[in-house]
């Protein structure tokens, strides 16, 4: 009798929480954000993009993250390597056309502790040589090895 009592109690309460929430369209409540605090870490970005909206999407999120890791150049390192159709961007060639956003990528290398690598074979696919992308990023030889490089040897997390 007093398991039924109990159980009934339970139902009650549970189908009360869940009518006043559906009075508000919101059968689950609403989300709370939690506060974290994150430690600089060391994060490798793969970046294959199409469009300028897609890799200023990239810059946002690295600034975001720079800026989640205090800028501290001695625990954090955060380097985008670059092997897409984004790779036009970063050409002296069309520098007046994308002027605003090479700006704001050397802006970030400026930080200290974010970087820009760039595979040759992709940018040679591409009808690019070193000597035909902006100073401030670092040409390898393959994004795929790089990539491996940091993981494995310098322990970098991966990101997509």
Not at 45 to 58: I, M, Q, R
Not at 83 to 89: A, D, V, Y
Not at 108 to 136: T, W, Y
Request: glycine share 4%; charged share 20%; net charge neutral.
């Amino acid at each position: 009798m007093k398991r039924r009592m109990y159980l009934l109690l339970a139902c009650m309460l549970l189908s009360a929480n869940l009518a006043s929430a559906a009075d508000n369209n919101a059968p689950w409540g609403h989300a709370s954000l939690e506060e974290v605090a994150y430690k600089p870490q060391k994060v490798v970005y793969d970046v294959a993009v199409s469009s300028v909206s897609a890799f200023t999407n990239v810059l946002d999120r690295v600034s975001y993250l720079n800026t989640i890791y205090q800028a501290d150049p001695f625990e954090s390192s955060i380097v985008i390597v670059l092997h897409g159709n984004e790779i036009p961007f970063f050409a002296i060639k069309n520098y007046p056309r994308h002027k605003e956003l090479m700006a704001r990528a050397q802006s970030l290398v400026n930080s200290g502790n974010i970087r820009f690598r760039m595979c040759k074979l992709a940018a040679q696919g591409q009808g690019f040589e070193p000597g035909d992308i902006h100073g401030f990023v670092e040409v390898v030889p393959m994004a795929d090895a790089e990539i491996v490089r940091l993981q494995q040897e310098e322990h970098h997390a991966y990101m997509r």
